[in-house]
């Protein structure tokens, strides 16, 4: 069974930063391997739908879905070590969401990711 499993969220003040990281595990992607794998970031605000915050494909290439985030985080992967990072800046009050990683294929929808974690709270104070 494949396991993605985030950590690194919490409490932090306007202005601050956290890393996220998350972390695959199991014996197969369906019998294809993590680097195969267009990964994400998600986010769900309190009270709003989950919304993509940034993708990275197997290549490297990236793409930050909202506007609100760009210049802000990064999104990195390490496939020697099965994992993705999300490097958030600078943030807001309206950062505060829960925080999903996604293995699938390269997309902005949630309907493009097959693999889910359970997520990480972030929440920003001002």
């Known amino acids: 069974q494949v396991q993605l499993v985030e950590s690194g969220g919490g409490l932090v003040q306007a202005g601050g930063s956290l890393r996220l990281s998350c972390a695959a595990s199991?014996?197969?992607?369906?019998?294809?391997?993590?680097?195969?794998?267009?990964l994400g970031w998600f986010r769900q605000p309190p009270g709003k739908e989950r919304e993509c915050v940034a993708a990275i494909n197997w290549t490297g290439g990236t793409m930050y879905c909202a506007d609100s985030v760009k210049g802000r985080f990064t999104i990195s992967r390490n496939n020697a070590q099965n994992t993705v990072y999300l490097q958030m800046n600078s943030l807001k009050a309206e950062d505060t969401a829960v925080y999903y990683c996604?293995?699938?294929?390269?997309?902005?929808?949630?309907?493009?990711?097959?693999?889910w974690g359970q997520g990480t709270r972030v929440t920003v104070s001002s």
């Open positions: 996604a293995a699938g294929r390269w997309g902005n929808d949630i309907t493009d990711y097959d693999y």
């Open positions: 199991g014996r197969s992607f369906s019998g294809r391997t993590f680097s195969s794998y267009a």
